[in-house]
Nanobody, 122 residues
Framework: QVQLVESGGGLVQAGGSLRLSCAAS????????MGWFRQAPGKEREFVAA????????YYPDSVKGRFTISRDSDKNTVYLQMNNLKPQEKAAYYC???????????????WGKGNQVTVTS
């Protein structure tokens, strides 16, 4: 069983930046793909970013490409999401996710964190 704990959320003005972190424990971190989803009030959870186990490939939807960057540190069992030029409509709970493969993670990951709130003011 994996435990994923997000941190780094908070309040930021539109155009600002935040970095989210997700610390993983309880299961091997290095052999799994990691990623992020977000869910705004009244909307479905949506995929934001994924990184494969070796950090050789990353995946983003067009909505965040060029502004968000996912990375991982296997020594710290932690995955990061650097978010730049944030928009008010990106206010949401951001969830860390884990799956054996990055492609599968983009649609239905097997492990979830509890979420971390990001608020973007205009």
């Amino acid at each position: 069983q994996v435990q994923l704990v997000e941190s780094g959320g908070g309040l930021v003005q539109a155009g600002g930046s935040l970095r989210l972190s997700c610390a993983a424990s309880g299961r091997t971190f290095s052999g799994y793909a990691m990623g992020w989803f977000r869910q705004a009030p009244g909307k479905e959870r949506e995929f934001v970013a994924a990184i494969n186990w070796s950090a050789s490939r990353t995946y983003y939807p067009d909505s965040v490409k060029g502004r968000f960057t996912i990375s991982r540190d296997s020594d710290k069992n932690t995955v990061y999401l650097q978010m730049n030029n944030l928009k008010p409509q990106e206010k949401a709970a951001y969830y860390c996710a884990q799956d054996p493969t990055a492609v599968q993670l983009t649609t239905s990951p097997k492990g979830w964190g509890k979420g971390n709130q990001v608020t973007v003011t205009s």
